[in-house]
């Protein structure tokens, strides 16, 4: 979202001309496009696959049998979130 509206505001400002605000749009989709593709490559979930990223950061090259693990560890952990973190009055208890 911040790298289409600075697109849009390059444009506005008349930093760049119809075809290159048009190619830069091109771009950014196509980025877009890959990244969509990746969750469904790592059969991930989108947060699942954000979890995954926070927890190979700096991505490293990690061994098949690593990757299938941090992939379960971030799955797990989302669902705890989820279930058991990330509920309403969270607040009120420790």
């Known amino acids: 979202m911040k790298r ?5 505001d390059d444009h506005n400002a008349g930093r760049m001309d119809v075809d290159q605000f048009f190619e830069a749009l091109v771009q950014l989709m196509t980025e877009l496009d890959e990244e969509e ?3 469904a490559e790592e059969n991930l979930t989108e947060e699942e696959l954000a979890v995954f990223d926070l927890l190979t950061r700096p991505p490293d090259k990690l061994a098949r049998k690593d990757k299938e693990l941090v992939k379960k560890v971030a799955h797990d952990l989302l669902r705890t979130l989820k279930e058991e973190k990330l509920v309403l009055d969270w607040k009120k208890t420790q």
């Open 4 to 8: 289409l509206q600075i697109v849009i």
């Open 37 to 39: 593709k990746r969750h």
